[in-house]
């Protein structure tokens, strides 16, 4: 982070806002987001709640999924679009730091878990899709559902074997 004031900042902040480039931008990333909740809500009604798309500050935009069994170990998983890598990924969250730190401590040898360090939000975040092609939208979303698929399964099983 500049040392730099915040007054002295703002110049080049009003001058990033001035073309309406980023907000047209920040506002379709938000849209794709909006949609692929709307396809999962679809897709595992009735398996999973899906809960509303949350925004970070400019930083990511996520929504949550929870199923029973995920529900009662007080986990989450969430589809998360990443501004600055501009991509997608899936975070295992806990309900509380507490909880979060525990699983973290618990599965620090799976291959998806840094053993030095917890990410500051979450368990451990695995890139779901690390170059969309946002012009297409269509194999977006099935490359996003496929990898989700997989790595479900693959999460649920990891945490069944380390109960």
Same mark, same amino acid.
């Given at each position: ?21 980023? #907000?047209?931008? /920040? ?5 794709? +987001?909006?949609?692929?909740?709307? %396809?999962?809500?679809?897709? *595992? ?54 909880? #979060?730190?525990? /699983? ?5 040898? +799976?291959?998806?878990?840094?053993? %030095?360090?917890?990410?500051? *939000? ?42």
């Amino acid at each position: 982070m500049s040392k730099q004031s915040l007054t002295a900042r703002i110049p080049a902040y009003k001058q990033a806002f001035a073309s309406g480039e980023i #907000q047209k931008t /920040y506002q379709s990333l938000v849209g794709i +987001v909006q949609t692929l909740r709307t %396809e999962f809500h679809q897709k *595992y009604k009735g398996e999973m709640s899906v809960a509303n798309v949350l925004h970070g500050y400019i930083d990511f935009t996520y929504f949550y999924l929870q199923n029973d069994y995920l529900k009662q170990r007080k986990l989450k998983l969430a589809i998360v679009f990443n501004h600055q890598q501009a991509q997608f990924e899936l975070w295992l969250l806990g309900q509380t730091k507490d909880v #979060q730190l525990s /699983y973290w401590q618990k599965l620090r040898d +799976v291959k998806w878990v840094d053993k %030095e360090v917890m990410p500051e *939000y979450s368990i451990f975040e695995i890139t779901l899709l690390s170059t969309p092609d946002f012009d297409d939208t269509d194999k977006l979303s099935a490359c996003i559902h496929s990898e989700f698929t997989t790595l479900t399964s693959e999460i649920f099983e990891t945490l069944l074997a380390y109960e």
